[in-house]
């Protein structure tokens, strides 16, 4: 079989953005429902907030996808895959500079967290602050699924050679990869339950979220297939993407499930093993049914309006709204002196939602934006094609 000549695998996908929003807009739903007591209220609502750190999930998954998809292009159309160099230095002038900013400020300038004793700092700027039991500083708690991701990150090159192989096999790559996502976890929280890991402590650490991670590499690998014309087999889900409402209505389904208390408490209490391992189930097919009609299917009017100016403005300055909110809310309870778990909690998300987007405008117009200007200056492989370009170019417009 010939190889591909076109880069469909790769096109831009604005439309994620938009879903890249919900995930943020979601975790910090579920930030101001614990600041404001209403996490843990009887009412409906309160249940339904306490689930939005499904937002996580959403991350997790449009990472995966995102990220592994230039790898499985490349194989599929018989390029180079991208330098590992080259990809990990994308991937830290696009986080780290907005990130580390994010934890000077909080440092400094939270009273909570003054004086920061030196282990603070370097735990919090090296992302190994998930690594030892209570070291999420005010501010910064969020940031414990940037350091998850980070592992991602590193990884990431390394998964790309040992799921794929040498030769395109989209059906046996996708297979494997979401085999090795479930048994990962699955293998960790059966530690977990076995009492040999921490369900304080390790339920942040990366092996807890490879199903999740799996689930977008997966995708990416079928949506490739599907782009190059070597996946046949996986038409239902371009037909699939055609049902935006259908997909979801079961990710709204699985949602309302995972509210009820089967998946475990909705304060700060541990769960059990078993409604931790449901919990992750749950969410995975939230964030799968999320993202599946935006990324599948034809172009409709529904990813036209996700993909719009609006959304399109939304995605470049969500990760900028997920760094600095919990600063805006923690700021917004010191300013006003309320006691913690009070508030009303449609006023106090909006405050943290204009308070942040400020903020992470002001992130991605000084800080983001001109450090992605030195993502091109890495020195380029010798004898790599104009197509392996376009693959690390469209892999970071995309990611």
Not at 79 to 107: G, K, N
Not at 217 to 227: D, K
Not at 319 to 336: A, K, N
Not at 371 to 386: D, E, K, L, V, Y
Request: hydrophobic share 50%; glycine share 10%; charged share 15%.
């Amino acid at each position: 079989m010939s190889a591909p000549t076109t880069d469909q695998g790769l096109r831009r996908l604005p439309a994620l953005d938009a879903v890249r929003v919900i995930g943020a807009l979601a975790v910090v739903g579920h930030h101001v429902g614990f600041a404001t007591g209403a996490n843990t209220n009887d009412s409906g609502l309160g249940s339904w907030l306490s689930r939005l750190d499904v937002g996580v999930a959403v991350f997790f998954v449009l990472s995966g996808f995102l990220l592994f998809r230039p790898y499985a292009h490349a194989l599929a159309s018989r390029q180079r895959p991208p330098s590992a160099r080259r990809y990990l230095w994308r991937r830290a002038t696009r986080i780290l500079p907005a990130y580390w900013v994010t934890v000077v400020v909080c440092l400094l300038v939270l009273p909570q967290n003054r004086p920061a004793p030196a282990g603070d700092w370097w735990r919090h700027l090296a992302l190994a602050q998930i690594y030892e039991p209570r070291q999420l500083r005010h501010g910064l708690s969020q940031t414990w699924s940037l350091a998850t991701e980070a592992a991602f990150y590193l990884l990431l090159p390394l998964l790309a050679t040992l799921l794929l192989g040498r030769r395109w096999r989209p059906g046996r790559a996708t297979v494997v990869i979401v085999v090795a996502g479930l048994a990962v976890t699955a293998g960790w929280v059966a530690l977990m339950g076995l009492g040999l890991l921490d369900l304080g402590l390790h339920t942040m650490w990366l092996p807890s979220y490879a199903s999740w991670f799996g689930a977008g590499m997966a995708l990416a690998t079928v949506h490739v297939s599907l782009r190059t014309g070597t996946g046949h087999r996986w038409r239902w889900l371009d037909d699939l993407g055609t049902a935006p409402l259908a997909c979801w209505s079961v990710a709204l389904a699985a949602l309302a499930v995972a509210t009820t208390p089967i998946v475990g408490p909705r304060d700060l209490a541990e769960p059990t093993t078993a409604q931790f391992g449901l919990k992750m189930a749950l969410y995975a097919v939230v964030a799968v049914m999320l993202v599946l009609p935006v990324a599948f299917g034809p172009d409709t009017r529904t990813k036209a309006v996700l993909g719009g100016v609006v959304g399109r403005w939304l995605g470049r300055v969500s990760y900028g709204l997920f760094l600095w909110h919990p600063f805006v809310l923690e700021g917004v309870y010191l300013l006003t002196d309320r006691p913690n778990f009070t508030g009303d909690t449609g006023q106090i998300f909006l405050l943290t939602v204009a308070g942040g987007l400020v903020l992470a405008a002001l992130s991605y117009y000084a800080v983001e934006r001109p450090f992605q200007r030195w993502n091109g200056p890495w020195p380029r492989r010798s004898g790599s094609t104009a197509e392996n370009q376009s693959t690390v170019t469209a892999a970071t417009a995309a990611s």
